[in-house]
Each structure stands twice: as C-alpha cells, then as structure tokens.
C-alpha cells in the first residue's frame, strides 16, 4: 500500500502483479507510462510494463528526465528485449520517450504536476489531452483512473471523464480493482469490438446494397435513355424526306 500527494492510501490491483501495481501507486510517471502503453495489449500487459522498465533501467521508479535524455536506440532495445514490452515495442518506446520529453519541457520531469493544480475537471482533461499518445479517449479515462482510485477529484472531475466516470460502471482500467472487476471491464470491451464490427459491417452492406441500386438505376435509365433516341430515329427516317439528318 502507497500513499497518494493528497494523503490518501493507494493500493491499486491492475497489473495482477503485487511489484508493479506498487509501482503504480507510487510513481505518478509509472501510471502514466502504463495509461500510454495500454492499447492493443491486455491491460496487465499494459500496466506491466513501467515496473520491467524500470528493472531494466537498473531502478527501482522511473525518471522522466533520464529517459527523455536516453539514447533513442538503446531507449528501444529496453523494450524489444524478449519478453517485448509491448506488441508495437519500437513505436511504444518512441512515445514514452516523447511523453518523457513534454512532461520535462513543460512540467520539470514531475508528471503529477499534470493534476496537481487543476482547477476543474475540463482543465485537468485538457492538459491531459496535451500529452503525447493521449487522445481524447484515453485521456478520459486516465482522468477517471486518477478520481477513482488516486483520489484526485477536481470540480467536475466525472462529467469530464465522460462515461468513464460514472460510478459503479466497468468499461475501463480505471475500474479494475482485483480480478473479477478485471473480468468485467474485459467483457465489456469485447462486447464493445464486437458491437463495433457489426455497425461496421452493416454501414459496409448498406453502402454495397446502395451502391448496387444507384448502378443498376443508372443502367435503367441510360437502356431506357437510348432506346427513345433509337426509336425516335427510327421513326424520323421512315418519313417522307429521310432522317433529320439528311436534311
């Protein structure tokens, strides 16, 4: 168990791994790092990987300014080393180190400074939104992380986060707290790629049926189109005189 900036205990349960959920809740760059790092991966693998770097690092935490200093290449090696950090290792340990570099030009290396002082809900969105890797999605639920289980809870802190602040809900890492919330928030994600694929599917049939139709009206109207030119022709040549043409 880890104490938060705001005096409160921490004892996190995301990794499943005792060492690094420690981690976590310490380290304010380790829950960063690992927030980065979860796409594409299972979260454990996710929220793994800042404590096996910070072992392969030779440290017992993580240093924003000695990894925006690092060379890039042996930055990299750190996460392709078997077993890889990631399934994207080489891209992952580009935008940790570029997260590294932001939070030590524009926070002196102190990533908890990201909240720290935020105002509001929407202002801590918003600097988390700055952050590079972060989009919009994942920055909400980094937010509903911090408010849930960091106890940082600016004014307007759970409509900021969108749905994933909503109490009692399990659609993110910010709700997991052992393994059967685990088990929750990964059947709602499946759930929510399979529903994704099928919308995905149907806008495909509806735009091929569409498609289809729109050819098959064109083909109609042009037969039609010609055939009354044709027939008009044909008529006008019959008369006394010859065709239009011919005139």
């Not at 109609?220 to 011919?246: E, F, I, L, N, Y």
């Amino acid at each position: 168990m880890t104490t938060s900036d705001s005096g409160k205990d921490i004892t996190l349960r995301i990794a499943q791994n005792p060492e690094a959920d420690e981690l976590l809740g310490r380290s304010p760059l380790a829950a960063l790092v690992g927030m980065l790092l979860d796409q594409q991966v299972p979260m454990e693998w996710a929220f793994t990987g800042p404590y096996t770097l910070a072992e392969r690092m030779g440290s017992d935490d993580l240093d924003a300014g000695r990894i925006a200093a690092y060379d890039p290449d042996a930055f990299t090696e750190l996460f392709t080393t078997k077993p890889a950090l990631h399934r994207y290792p080489g891209s992952m340990a580009q935008r940790v180190q570029q997260l590294c570099q932001f939070l030590v030009a524009e926070y002196d290396g102190d990533a908890s400074a990201v909240w720290r002082d935020a105002a509001t809900g929407d202002d801590l969105l918003r600097r988390l939104n700055a952050l590079p890797g972060f989009g919009t999605q994942k920055a909400r639920i980094f937010l509903a992380l911090l408010g849930k289980q960091f106890g940082v809870r600016p004014t307007g802190w759970r409509e900021a986060a969108g749905p994933y602040g909503e109490a009692g809900s399990h659609r993110s890492v910010a709700d997991i707290t052992g393994p059967e919330s685990l088990a929750e928030v990964r059947a709602y994600k499946q759930e929510a790629k399979a529903a994704a694929k099928a919308a995905k599917t149907a806008s495909r049939t509806r735009a091929k049926t569409t498609a289809k139709t729109t050819a098959k009206t064109t083909a109609k109207t042009t037969a039609k189109t010609t055939a009354r030119t044709t027939a008009k022709t044909a008529k006008a040549a019959k008369k006394p005189g010859g065709s239009a043409a011919d005139k």
